[in-house]
């Protein structure tokens, strides 16, 4: 089945200069390697298309099932000459909640937000 | 000394909520209260603010708030207090400080002022490339304000050893400012690269106050906390080994768990096995996080290697003017009328010569926050506000955006929605640029002061 990225793992973004990291986290270990095999570097930049400029950087930090995302050019030339209203890029991490993977049926009961699930 | 050493946080930026810092002062038992009150463009917005208004002190606006509130809980307890907000003006912060101690009839309470990370004087013959882009840092040097090197630790530790039951500094690294204690109590070497690694990692767990206990989090039916408008402020019970339990206030909103944790353990950091500070650099991805009891989670194995020969700068610069203001549509046809007063926007800008670097005309409800990647094919909104900016070299250009604005009350679309401009619709722009010194370049000095 095809579902959102928010009901295998959530995310939280921070910014440094025109830099802003997006971390996204699994809620369960077993949700991990369905992030980590589809959730690319590339595809994060895809999905930003537009508004983050790149490059994209991933770090993978299997001991806590996160990946971190740095994703360069996403903050308009940075914080304080940012021409955008959410100019510290406080909401980008929830625009990777709607990125789709693939996964198991059998893995249905267990997500988060069943009931916002298709 | 008792185990284990209880620190709290009393702020994350200089705009935090006060309560959540009196309450755990109040019934935190700590043996630290630590503010930490900056963001990047803070010491050269103070800089610039400084030079236009005498009256200004030049340290934290919210000074005398925050310890008329925690000083009496802290003076009962016992409590050291370490906190940034001297910003440009450490000395000064810590005079008003004694003034407060007076106020309270604390006698013969030592404070220092740790001063030496501004170095605006000093920056072109310490410093050589722009991080951000490799040029040279002589090309700043038409629009410089201010330049702080972010210091560490150890001028915080040299000044509890003194003897100081607060201190109060200019910009050091946030992490720094937690660690401080840890290192003193403990008696950590400044070169234990396994101790300050993890030190410096519990420092960055609480450095942005409730971001770790429920804060920048809730999203309902996906992770809630209970009570989201009443959180209490961080506490970390660390063992002298560096571990530590991370907890808040029995019956405070929120909660320390499992994802809040790693949400916070993550944030604002770009390689998380090489976190650069000034003291040690971190490696998070080792970090053993387990969850003890309610609101109670263990922080232990963060991970350190040996610390960088330089230190970090922040540079700040005048860059030019945002002016922006909004209108707003609602009810059928909002979308079309909202893209016809772009339209007009356009058209009048081009009328009144705006002269800008980049505009720019979003529509609030459709992409004003997520930008180009908002998704094309949405259901037209009820309301939509359009909200207009444009970056610019002087005020007077910068000025334009919101006379222009003005001319969409009588001149503009039908149905506009528009606020009277009370507010001033220009700011200054302060770009930051950073760049490296040789560590051994920068002497920091403490002075003291007695209440």
């Known amino acids: ?118 | 000394m008792k185990q284990p050493l209880r620190i709290g946080a009393g702020s994350a930026w200089w705009g935090d909520r006060v309560e959540p810092a009196i309450l755990s002062a109040e019934q935190g038992d700590l043996d630290y209260l630590c503010f930490e009150t900056m963001a990047e463009a803070t010491i050269s917005a103070a800089q610039v603010r400084s030079r236009r208004d005498p009256t200004f002190p030049g340290y934290d606006t919210y000074l005398d708030d925050r310890l008329r509130g925690v000083l009496p809980g802290c003076l009962r307890r016992g409590t050291k207090i370490i906190s940034n907000q001297g910003w440009i003006n450490p000395n000064g912060a810590a005079e008003r400080i004694v003034h407060w101690l007076r106020h309270f009839g604390a006698k013969g309470v030592k404070v220092a002022a740790v001063n030496g990370s501004l170095i605006t004087d000093r920056v072109l013959e310490l410093t050589d490339t722009i991080l951000e882009n490799g040029k040279p840092t002589s090309t700043l040097t038409p629009s410089l304000v201010s330049a702080e090197v972010y210091l560490g630790a150890e001028p915080i530790v040299a000044a509890l050893k003194q003897g100081a039951q607060i201190v109060v500094t200019g910009r050091v690294a946030d992490p720094s400012i937690f660690m401080a204690p840890m290192m003193y109590e403990f008696g950590w070497d400044a070169l234990d690269h396994t101790r300050l690694g993890a030190g410096n990692g519990l420092g960055h767990l609480m450095e942005c106050g409730a971001q770790v206990t429920g804060g920048y989090f809730s999203d309902p039916g996906f992770k809630d906390v209970p009570e989201p408008w009443n959180f209490g402020f961080p506490i970390a019970e660390v063992m002298p080994d560096g571990s530590a339990v991370l907890t808040k206030v029995a019956g405070t909103g929120g909660a320390v768990n499992l994802m809040t944790v790693k949400e916070q353990l993550l944030y604002e950091v770009h390689d998380p096995a090489n976190y650069i500070t000034p003291d040690v650099v971190v490696d998070f991805t080792t970090t053993h996080l387990e969850q003890v009891g309610p609101d109670r989670v263990r922080v232990s194995n963060i991970g350190g290697k040996p610390r960088t020969p330089t230190l970090k700068v922040s540079i700040g610069c005048t860059e030019g003017f945002i002016g922006e203001d909004m209108f707003f549509y609602a009810g059928p046809g909002a979308l079309r009328r909202a893209q016809l007063a772009k339209k007009i926007l356009e058209e009048r800008f081009k009328i009144v010569k705006l002269d800008a670097e980049e505009i720019r005309i979003d529509f609030l409800g459709l992409n004003a926050i997520h930008g180009a990647m908002s998704p094309q094919n949405q259901p037209e909104p009820y309301e939509i506000a359009v909200r207009v900016a444009a970056r610019t070299r002087t005020r007077e250009e910068a000025i334009k955006v919101g006379r222009e604005v003005d001319g969409m009350a009588v001149s503009g679309v039908g149905h506009t929605g528009k606020r009277v401009p009370h507010q001033d619709r220009t700011r200054e722009i302060i770009g930051v640029w950073s760049s490296l010194v040789p560590r051994d370049r920068i002497r920091p000095s403490i002075q003291f002061f007695e209440s």
């Open chain 1, 1 to 118: 089945m095809k579902v959102k990225l928010q009901h295998l793992a959530h995310t939280r973004s921070g910014d440094k200069g025109n830099t802003s990291n997006i971390s996204v986290i699994a809620y369960e270990p077993d949700f991990y390697p369905y992030l980590k095999d589809q959730l690319t570097a590339d595809r994060f930049l895809a999905h930003y298309a537009g508004t983050v400029t790149g490059p994209v950087l991933r770090y993978e930090v299997d001991g806590l099932a996160a990946l971190n995302f740095v994703a360069h050019g996403a903050l308009g030339g940075g914080v304080s000459r940012s021409l955008c209203l959410d100019n510290y890029g406080k909401s980008l991490s929830a625009a990777i909640l709607g990125f789709e993977l693939e996964v198991p049926d059998a893995l249905r009961p267990r997500l988060r937000g069943q009931h916002v699930l298709p």
